[in-house]
């Protein structure tokens, strides 16, 4: 996956706790970035359920297609509950299109 490579250690910290984190990560890479971002969880040591919960919501309806590397087996294991646990996910619409859209600037 060619784009740009986030090592989340250094953006966020070694625990990933807050959901306002996940929100605040998301918001980054959905304000500068188009296309395709890999996050690097190298160095991650844990994660919180509501970091995870948070994060996979993000992640199901973000502009941008996102795919983690060097994910260690308790972090991958905390987000792969928190898929889990989201209710209804056979109504969420593939958004898959939406990295395509380039957004508009309006005028005030």
């Known amino acids: 996956m060619k784009g740009k490579i986030i090592n989340i250690k250094r953006k966020i910290n070694v625990n990933l706790a807050f959901r306002q984190e996940a929100n605040d990560l998301f918001n980054y890479i959905e304000n500068k970035f188009r296309g395709k971002v890999t996050l ?14 948070q994060y996979v919501l993000r992640k199901l309806f973000s502009i941008v297609e996102i795919k983690e590397i060097n994910m260690p087996k308790n972090v991958e294991a905390m987000f792969s509950i928190a898929y889990e646990r989201i209710p209804n996910k056979k109504s969420i619409p593939s958004l898959t299109w939406l990295s395509k859209v380039k957004p508009k600037k309006y005028k005030l």
């Open 40 to 53: 690097d969880f190298n160095g991650v040591e844990s994660v919180s359920n509501a970091f995870a919960k």
